[in-house]
């Protein structure tokens, strides 16, 4: 029997159980049941986790990539992030969200990611959105959200992720989704307080050598949320860029933003609000794979100071959708070489010729080669066919997860690269955030370092099994190999606005000073791969249909 009629035959199996046994898992929640999410919702929420589901009847007879289980961890981990040591490639340090426990989970790797220890880091004090920045002295810098959801914090390791420092303050206040970045001899911290963006500096260096941070700086009418910081060439650090979208509540459109600070730790501040592009992704938009959670357009930026060909390049990554709430969704680029003042037209990352969604990138750049990389979660292959084509007969609520890269500045892309191992369902997952709101990743010597969340369980590691609970899953993507090729796009002309606003005013803010405490809890394992087998090619379906507007549900 061949491969290509074994798996239909297993479908065709796999449909009639679920439709006679599980008829109410096939139902996707009505559109009605999305609320109008108000402007200047915050993110940082802490659901609690529902109660685990039955196991489903569908498992994936093998992985199709050969994945790793970096958590390999009863509950859920999420909202994920990995970094690799510029000072040892071999040292990996993977986190989440573990709402279980009000820790951020950690697993750190000495060998390339072949085992990991794992444990917690602020044990019982974290909240949630932990992002993590790795510089070249060896230091790694980790920013997350308290458990009283009332101060951004920053730990430090300088060990390779296995111990870490006690928190330093970075703001206080309704704060919500920081994000961090680190440039030769600084760390930056931005994060939106009571609707606004605002950012901090620091000097660094040395190894455990930084501090403290400048006074808060107010960006000039950075009204939004839900973006990014990097750090690019120049004096006192390197210039930064923050970027954000807004309005940040509902489906769309909205609107996405930058400021440049051009002097980077010195005293000019943050510049001018500059316009990048409009997106039909609003901060809380609800496509089958995020029904609960929703998704943002989720901008973020890279700032390539490596000295080589692009230097000075700015790449901004962002979701958009070919017609306001059709769920075709697709990841974009653009790119700027002054400073972000002007924009070049955008860049379809993702090369499917389906209308399904794809949705919450990550952009690294390698510092090794200054080849830049982009990951994201992906349904392409979810035509609602249990089995070779889905977990359930749902189209395009099943993603993967997948990777691809650029070598001439972002104008053409490798051929996209499946990492994942099998379907992952979000709403299997039962825990009240979906994937979360980012996936955060790194590159460096000719790889791109993936982690996202995963239940499909192909390997058979997830201690909760399949289609239930995240685990983190990894697979690295070599950045050779691929010859890029052009991905047509909507708009062939540049955008470029910019929108003059008033000069910043620095605020003082109170830090704290840290005293280095250990808070890992060490238990290694080996994690097994498996064999890859095939999946057949997915016929692309004819043309977007736009789906009809929810009418609001009253807020409660």
């Known amino acids: 029997m061949n491969t290509r009629l074994h798996l239909t035959i297993l479908a065709a199996v796999s449909a009639l159980l679920t439709s006679s046994l599980s008829l109410s898992q096939a139902q996707i929640p009505a559109a009605s049941k999305h609320p109008e999410v108000p402007d200047g919702t915050r993110k940082c929420i802490k659901p609690p986790e529902r109660a685990p589901q039955q196991f489903q009847l569908f498992r994936p007879l093998a992985c199709l990539e050969p994945v790793v289980n970096a958590s390999a961890t009863a509950g859920n981990q999420a909202e994920s992030f990995v970094n690799v040591n510029p000072t040892n490639a071999n040292n990996i340090v993977a986190t ?3 709402p279980s426990s009000a820790s951020i989970f950690r697993a750190y790797s000495t060998d390339g990611g072949t085992t990991w220890t794992r444990g917690t880091i602020a044990t019982g004090v974290a909240c949630c959105d932990g992002q993590a920045a790795w510089d070249s002295f060896g230091n790694l810098f980790l920013v997350y959200i308290n458990n009283s959801v009332n101060q951004i914090n920053v730990i430090l390791s300088t060990d390779g992720g296995v ?5 330093v303050t970075a703001g206080t206040g309704s704060i919500d989704q920081p994000s961090i970045a680190v440039g030769n001899g600084s760390v930056w911290v931005d994060w939106n307080q ?26 000039p009418s950075a009204s939004g949320s839900f973006g990014g910081i990097a750090v690019g060439p120049g004096p006192n650090g390197g210039k930064v860029i923050v970027t954000y979208q807004s309005p940040t509540g509902g489906e769309g459109p909205a609107t996405i933003y930058v400021n440049v600070d051009a002097d980077g730790l010195g005293v000019g501040g943050f510049g001018s609000r500059i316009t990048v592009t ?40 962002y979701t958009d959708e070919t017609v306001n709430e059709n769920n075709d969704t697709d990841i974009m680029m653009r790119t700027s070489t002054d400073d972000g003042a002007t924009w070049t037209a955008p860049v379809r990352v993702n090369d499917d010729a389906t209308t399904n969604s794809q949705f919450l990138p990550y952009v690294a750049l390698d510092p090794t080669s200054g080849i830049v990389a982009v990951g ?11 089995g070779p084509g889905g977990t359930n007969m749902i189209p395009n609520d099943d993603a993967e997860y997948y990777g691809t890269f650029t070598t001439d500045g972002g104008a053409t892309w490798a051929p996209n690269k499946r990492l994942s191992g099998g379907f992952s369902n ?5 825990n009240g955030v979906d994937y979360g709101d980012y996936v955060g990743l790194s590159a460096f010597g000719g790889k791109l370092y ?14 909760n099994g399949t289609l239930h609970q995240f685990d983190l899953y990894t697979n690295p993507l070599a950045l050779s190999g691929g010859t890029p090729t052009p991905t047509p796009t909507a708009s062939p002309t540049p955008t470029a606005t910019a929108t003059p606003t008033p000069t910043a005013t620095a605020t003082a803010t109170p830090t704290a000073t840290a005293t280095p405490t250990a808070t890992a809890t060490p238990t290694v394992t080996a994690t097994p791969t498996a064999t890859a087998t095939p999946r057949p090619t997915p016929t692309p379906r004819i043309a977007p249909t736009p789906r009809p507007r929810p009418t609001p549900l009253p807020r409660p």
């Open 278 to 317: 409009s997106t039909n992704v609003g901060g809380f938009d609800f496509i089958p794979a995020q029904n609960g959670r929703s998704i943002d357009a989720e901008a973020g930026l890279v700032w390539d100071a490596t000295g080589g060909p692009f230097n000075n390049r700015i790449y901004l990554v």
């Open 426 to 430: 979000a709403a299997d997952a039962n």
């Open 96 to 98: 989440s969200n573990n």
């Open 376 to 386: 994201f979660h992906d349904c392409r292959n979810d035509n609602g066919v249990p």
């Open 450 to 463: 993936t982690l996202w969340a995963d239940n499909a369980n192909c390997d058979g590691t997830n201690p």
């Open 194 to 219: 009571s609707g606004s963006m605002v950012a901090r500096g620091a000097p660094v260096t040395g190894l455990g050598t930084w501090g403290p941070f400048n006074p808060q700086q107010t960006i």
């Open 163 to 167: 111990t870490f420092s006690a928190p």
